[in-house]
């Protein structure tokens, strides 16, 4: 009996220690997903208002930086495996060595992609739609945003190391002025108010140009100028890696890598396969899509907070510790599923409504973001199981292949075949696209249950 009792007192601190971390962590990283989805919101009500090939143009111009940045956050997220874990243990020494390769690989990343989008801006517009005015509105934007990849890669290294060694305060703060920011040079730029000349989608890049670079700095500053920040690092100690230790990272990374990097490519592509069907649908999908984003910012939230509270647990050798907390996560998930699919459902109209565009494009909208709210419940227990638990353990290889398999096998072909051949009106299309995630979902769980994730990459024994 007293053997129980003291089983359950220890369960209860267990329970305790849980929920404190994921809202320690979480609350920052959804102020920080909502702040920075709201941007995109605001600037599809701004943009949007201009015209609707200037949402369209916008829209699509981002899916390079879309892609881009989706890639960025899988190194991070692959090197971030090693991070919690050694933050877990405090080796200082590893974790900035980790840190020396973040930023590595964001100079060897962001440096050929901005060249890219700059010298090929005309030919990645056509790649999602050959209406001249939507191609030439997109290739003006490119031509200024792309200079602020470099800046957004080095504010990601300082971010995602933050979320490792749980300090977020400052990163949050940062996040939300960098927004404020844009927002207010996008009100002034794009529509030529407080003094500032009226530039349209080519004000608002500069809007968001501007920002990233403030950003970048306040970030790196952020951390320079605290005396034992563990991510303040010299030169010389970031740069003090091996090769082994490189390849080791890489090892974890590179399926991360692939797997967000093939998975944004797919959403592009999809993406560009709506294109087909009208401007309008470009329009409409970029609006979804940033209404649902920002709906799922609590996922993402729990999802990164997940990911550091299960990975540090398997760093200090408690691969049961870190089996239990994956099952309250699980709860969680769908908990927020039905929460999430309600409002959405029920915040159609009044979404609808901010924007002014025509009867048939109203009704459209409408009717996409019915679909997308029923697609949110297989999306986020893929998204969750996937980003939040199995990438803890280091699972990233299959990880890799359930989203090559799905995102690229499946949804690219699936959105062509309903667009190019069945002719099926936008919402359709998409609820087609959706078949996909159920079957993913399926799969995720059954690795899930088999509890193969749970791998331990430090040193440390196993303790319980």
Known sequence: MELQNQCGEQLNEENSIFYHKLFHIGIPVLIQQIVSIGLNLVDTIMVGRVSENALAAVGAANQVYFIYSIVIFGIFSGASVYAVQYWGIRDLASLRKVLGIDYMMSVLIALPTMVLAWL????????????????????SYLHIVSFSYPFAAFSFVISFNSRAVQDLKAPTAINAAAIAINIILNYGLIYGHLGMPRL????????????RILECIAMHVSVHCRKSHPLKAGLREMCGFSREMFRSVMVTAVPVIITEGLWALSISMIFAAYGRISASALAIVQIA???????????????????????????????????????????ITWVLNILMTLIIIFMRRPIAD??????????????????????LTPKMLAYMTICGILRAGGDTLFCMYMDVAFNMGLQVPLAFFGVLVLDLPLHWAIALVTVADFLKVFFCYQRYYSKKWLNVITDMEEID
């Open 200 to 211: 349209g989608v080519e004000g608002a890049a500069i809007a968001t140009l501007t920002a």
């Open 120 to 139: 090929a801006a005309p030919q990645l517009m056509l790649l999602f739609t050959d209406e001249p005015e939507v191609v030439a509105l997109g290739v």
């Open 289 to 331: 899509v940033t209404v649902t984003d920002f709906f799922q910012a609590v996922y993402f939230a729990v999802g990164n907070a997940s990911a550091v509270i299960i990975g540090e647990s398997l760093g200090q050798g408690r691969k049961n510790r870190a089996w239990r907390y994956s099952t309250h996560i699980m709860k």
């Open 354 to 375: 901010i924007y002014d565009f025509d009867a048939g494009t109203t009704a459209l909208l409408m009717k996409a973001l019915l679909v997308y709210a029923i697609a």
